[in-house]
């Protein structure tokens, strides 16, 4: 074998090795953000594993800082069990409008949660107004290549990642990725090289 013969091989071999590479980079990114989609919006933990409860505070829960007053298809508006009551002064004020109800719940939002029929067992971040559809599949599909060796996760919408940086504030880096996620990648990363470079 020339020279020539053998550097045109290592070229090859680069070549293949590269275009492996590239492959099992995708396969590990895309199953990663499965598993972290899964932990955020099937579990609702943040990256320590850690999930949250709703407010068990007393509450008045109706039309006031864009809260809709929702009453449930099978409760009458006029039942007793649903106990609206008028805000005070100082709420009406603070809205600017007059004529504003709610609804009391001694329990505050975990009680009104159940109450209209959602599940209430942790905070689940799949209810935050469409942030599950631009994590998952918003008009950027995510993972998205950026360049050969990296993929990065995007939201697809500005109103999701405002809700995603209040998330992160308020209970911890729900959207950073943890050490069992890196250690995951890793592991289909090296399955996928191993696979492909066997063919």
Known sequence: MTIKDYIS???KLNNELSSVSEYALKMASFATHDMMSKRIFDNGQNSSGKTFQYSKKPAVIGNIKGVK????NNVSSKSKVYQFKAFNKAQ???TGKKGYFGRYFPLGYWQFK???GRPNKFVNFKLTGGLQLAFNNGRIPTPTKVSKHEWVVSLSNQR???LRRNID???G???QI???EIDYFKAIYQKEVFLNLAK
């Open 169 to 171: 504030s308020k209970y």
């Open 92 to 94: 009406r004020q603070s």
């Open 178 to 180: 943890n050490k069992r």
């Open 173 to 175: 880096n729900v959207f």
């Open 9 to 11: 091989k290592i070229k």
């Open 69 to 72: 007053k929702i009453v449930p």
């Open 114 to 116: 159940a109450f209209i």
């Open 160 to 162: 999701a990642i405002d």
